[in-house]
């Protein structure tokens, strides 16, 4: 079987013809490991790949559905995921010489969710060294390619995650949000990515970078795959004290709702750094489609994200320095410069700015939703402030210039973060030379099934998410 025959169907429509009997798991698995072995190595994207297990699971599938037995809605879809999610007995690099060749006895919580539900993986894919960098660059590993435009970043830290899904290489993809790793390379590739509220879903078994700040949540091609993805790993696991005991909803029937009287606030003026005109006039025609759609769409200046993001960024650069600290010192060398320029601040941090940057993010969360939710159901805003950088961007090999390079890229998602709101990127068009751009969309505490429901409106307004990069 082509890729050209499974790519199109998406992660929801191949999980229905695996199901239905259309396609084999066999031939979607094989499939799948060929164009990861293939184009996913050209785009940097691909970590490693497991094509005997792999293949030795999907003969089983194929077995238990031949009998009537499908584990779950996932059955036989082959899937791989950012190169932090534990396997036990498989290797992992979390994208660094220093831990090349971790080995962990343990599975990751919201791996062992997919296969109960019956999904396949296949392999680990690219990721910025450790998760600390938001551009996507890796100099030892290799820097993951945009599929819209090779010279270009993917954005990061789920880097190859985004490129092999922007590519059509695999159907979704699971990654790790601490200071929008997840949303910024959804942005920059076209995708739908979903951070969920803190709590949501289980970090056991997930490498940790910031553990106070640190999401999972899932990159796809679709609003409905999302919401399939994210009902699956969702819900509380006594390997986190940290998950709530909320119920999981299925987010897949909350897509189709109309959006007449939904209020959300689009946040128009004060964003710091300004957005580029292009990710500005995408912005704007996205409120329209929201109005036209019977939204009531209430302009307004942003609050000053700047000292939520310092606050942010003390907290991340704290935790990072103590879990990782141990491999840095006489090792420098093995390091990427551009992980140094993130990660060695945090050794100079008095433990006062880690305490109170720490100690604020409830009054601060309870201030945000107050300010921005007092008369809204969902707040908007650009998911970044520009298109995806080149990857030869002179301002990478500066340190100082490669810090606000970052800072820049990731000002309009750190935010919530810290205040473990969910958001999540939608795309929201092009610009003139066909690079995506995203639209952030932010709820209340546990409010996914809204923003899934306002991005699945813009999604089927627009088609953008149908939108293939060039071959």
Not at 17 to 41: H, N
Not at 154 to 168: E, I, M, N
Not at 343 to 362: D, E, K, M, V
Request: charged share 20%; glycine share 10%; net charge neutral.
């Amino acid at each position: 079987m082509k890729l050209e025959d499974l790519a199109p169907l998406g992660l929801s429509g191949l999980a229905r013809a695996i199901a239905a009997g259309e396609v084999s798991a066999v031939d979607a698995t094989r499939t799948f490991l060929e164009a990861l072995d293939g184009r996913g190595r050209e785009l940097r994207a691909v970590a490693r790949l497991w094509p005997e297990r792999a293949l030795a699971e999907a003969q089983a599938r194929d077995r238990e559905r031949a009998r009537g037995q499908i584990r779950g809605p996932l059955h036989g879809v082959p899937l791989a995921h950012k190169d932090m999610f534990y396997r036990a007995g498989e290797t992992l690099d979390f994208g660094s010489r220093v831990y090349a060749g971790f080995r962990p006895d343990t599975t990751a919580s919201v791996l062992e969710r997919l296969d109960a539900a019956g999904a396949i993986d296949i392999g680990r894919l690219a990721m910025v060294e450790v998760a600390l960098g938001i551009t996507g660059h890796n100099d030892h590993v290799g820097t993951p390619r945009n599929p819209w435009n090779a010279e270009r970043v993917t954005g990061g830290s789920t880097s190859g995650g985004a490129a092999a899904v922007a590519a059509r290489l695999i159907p979704a993809t699971l990654g790790s949000d601490t200071g929008g790793s997840i949303r910024v390379p959804s942005a920059f590739c076209g995708l739908v990515g979903i951070k969920p509220t803190y709590g949501r879903v289980s970090r056991a078994g997930c490498m940790p970078l910031s553990p106070s700040l640190d999401h999972i949540g899932p990159l796809c091609r679709s609003t409905e795959d999302a919401a399939l993805l994210l009902s699956v790993i969702a819900g509380h696991d006594p390997r986190d004290p940290t998950t709530s005991l909320r119920p999981v909803p299925d987010y897949r029937r909350a897509l189709d709702g109309e959006l007449r009287g939904m209020r959300m606030v689009a946040l128009v003026e004060g964003l710091e750094p300004e957005p580029d005109p292009d990710v500005a006039a995408a912005f704007a025609a996205a409120l329209e489609v929201f109005a036209r759609l019977g939204a009531q769409v209430v302009r307004r200046r942003a609050p000053d994200f700047g000292d939520v993001n310092a606050m942010r960024r003390t907290v991340m650069m704290a935790e990072a320095a103590a879990l990782h600290g141990p491999r840095v010192f006489g090792r420098e060398q093995e390091w990427n410069p551009q992980t140094l320029a993130r990660l060695l601040p945090g050794f100079a941090l008095p433990a006062t700015a880690y305490l109170r940057a720490a100690s604020a993010r409830a009054s601060v969360c309870a201030h945000l939703v107050r300010d921005l939710f007092a008369d809204a159901d969902l707040v908007l805003l650009p998911t970044a402030p520009c298109t995806a950088p080149p990857i030869e961007d002179p301002q990478v090999r500066e340190e100082s210039a490669f810090v606000a390079l970052a800072n820049r890229v990731g000002a309009y998602v750190g935010p919530f973060n810290y205040t473990g709101l969910p958001a999540m990127s939608v795309p929201m068009g092009f610009d003139p030379t066909g690079l995506p751009l995203g639209l952030q969309i932010v709820g209340r505490p546990f409010a996914e099934a809204t923003m899934l429901r306002a991005a699945h409106a813009l999604e089927q307004a627009t088609g953008y998410s149908r939108a293939e990069p060039p071959a």
